[in-house]
């Protein structure tokens, strides 16, 4: 046996096999859309969250990430199958007065997104250049619109991969060089608690991860990648491949929301410090970088603002042209509608809001009172053997989506009342 190893090493015909690599070539969409979750939005929703209530909002996270994972594997699964993108198989599937109405809250839903990128975006270049918010957010809009009309997808997923890339290094890193209480965080993370007066919170970051628009992406993204098969066989390779993107992208969100939290509890909520605008956290930079701090922490803010208004607007695209049963392009005139719909009315939104950090909040709450509309829509598609064939969900995937839409429905109700 030993023998014939040494035998074998000597040779030079081996056949050729890309199976060990078959992963990277699907690694990109789930990070494409992990970007949406460590948005501006999410920093405001994490930074308050973390310096009002401590480590107790953390299952916050931990919970929306969950749904998050099932419910972008199940939107995937719609793309991979059918070849369609959420909003082209609500218009192919579903009745008129079921998916305008539908579809129409996803649009004001990624407005209400877009507002808070081009906000983030806009908060950056006034703590680096000293430029007003409103001037900020011109020409965070206008360099957003000049990369989607100009750049292909493959060079914005890549651009994009590289900004989640920076952004969570240095999260993460900060981990290592603050004080946090790991066993109340621990508790933080598996323990549900509602402090008093933390709904709005709750539902801020409830939405700032579970961002409807981003499961109309999900679903487009992977048509760039030609995911779509016709045989059982290339169906099943491509989605076990999908589960992983989907769970490592998923995943590495988790751990920069969380560290978010972590490092406002272990800075903040310590010092009794309540964090009501943005400029005010970059001072979690400066254990790492010291006076140089507000400058990275304002690059980072500028990364995630630009690369989220980026996907926002993709998404918006999406939805628009999948009303008229088309997919997105940037070239065709549907999805040019449905970007400059999205980006145009959040920087017009802009010029009226008086409080920077409460509009990104409000923002993100928005998000979560339409998601359930959304998962609905998603939930009865996949379930629906017309449209899923043999790849329809089953049983207990269906309860568990059901379960998603009613918990979230639930705390909506909640915040209505609170």
Not at 75 to 101: D, Q
Not at 151 to 175: H, M, Q, T, W
Not at 316 to 339: L, M, N, P, T, W
Request: glycine share 8%; with cysteine; charged share 10%.
């Amino acid at each position: 046996m030993i023998k014939n190893f040494f035998q074998d090493l000597k040779r030079k015909d081996h056949k050729r096999y890309l199976g060990g690599l078959d992963v990277f070539r699907y690694i990109g969409p789930g990070l494409l859309v992990t970007v949406g979750f460590i948005d501006p939005g999410n920093w405001a929703s994490n930074f308050a969250a973390g310096s009002e209530f401590g480590y107790s909002l953390l299952w916050v996270v931990t919970l929306s990430t969950i749904m998050l994972i099932v419910l972008q594997h199940n939107v995937a699964h719609l793309g991979i199958v059918t070849g369609l993108c959420l909003s082209e198989a609500a218009t192919k599937y579903t009745p008129k007065w079921v998916s305008r109405p539908i579809l129409g809250t996803a649009v004001l839903a990624s407005i209400s997104t877009s507002l808070a990128e081009i906000l983030g975006g806009a908060i950056a270049l006034e703590m680096l250049l000293d430029i007003p918010i409103v001037w900020g957010a011109v020409l965070t809009t206008v360099f957003v619109l000049i990369m989607l009309m100009t750049n292909s997808y493959k060079k914005i997923e890549r651009s994009i991969i590289a900004f989640v890339s920076v952004i969570g290094l240095s999260f993460i890193y900060e981990l290592f060089l603050v004080e946090i209480d790991w066993p109340l965080a621990v508790e933080g993370w598996i323990t549900p608690s509602i402090p008093k007066g933390s709904m709005l919170i709750i539902m801020s970051v409830l939405g700032a991860v579970v961002m409807p628009h981003n499961l109309f992406l999900h679903s487009e993204v992977i048509q760039s990648h030609e995911y779509n098969k016709q045989d059982d066989a290339s169906i099943k390779k491509v989605l076990k491949y999908e589960l992983f993107d989907t769970l490592f992208s998923m995943i590495v969100g988790w751990a920069i929301n969380s560290a978010m939290i972590l490092l406002a509890a272990a800075t903040f909520f310590k010092s009794g410090i309540q964090v009501e605008e943005l400029q005010q956290a970059k001072s979690l930079l400066e254990p790492l970088l010291g006076s140089n701090a507000a400058i990275v922490f304002a690059l980072a803010l500028l990364m995630a603002g630009i690369s989220s208004t980026i996907t926002s607007g993709m998404a918006a695209g999406s939805i628009f042209a999948g009303i008229f049963g088309e997919s997105y392009h940037i070239k065709d005139s549907h999805s040019q509608v449905g970007v400059l719909l999205s980006l145009g009315v959040a920087l017009l939104l802009i010029f009226f809001i008086g409080d920077p950090f409460k509009g990104l909040l409000i923002s993100q709450m928005i998000l979560s009172i339409q998601l359930p509309f959304t998962v609905f829509l998603q939930v009865g598609l996949t379930s629906s053997r017309k449209v899923m064939g043999n790849y329809v969900n089953s049983r207990w995937s269906t309860f568990v989506l059901y379960t998603i839409a009613i918990v979230v429905s639930v705390l909506n109700i909640m915040l209505l009342f609170s």
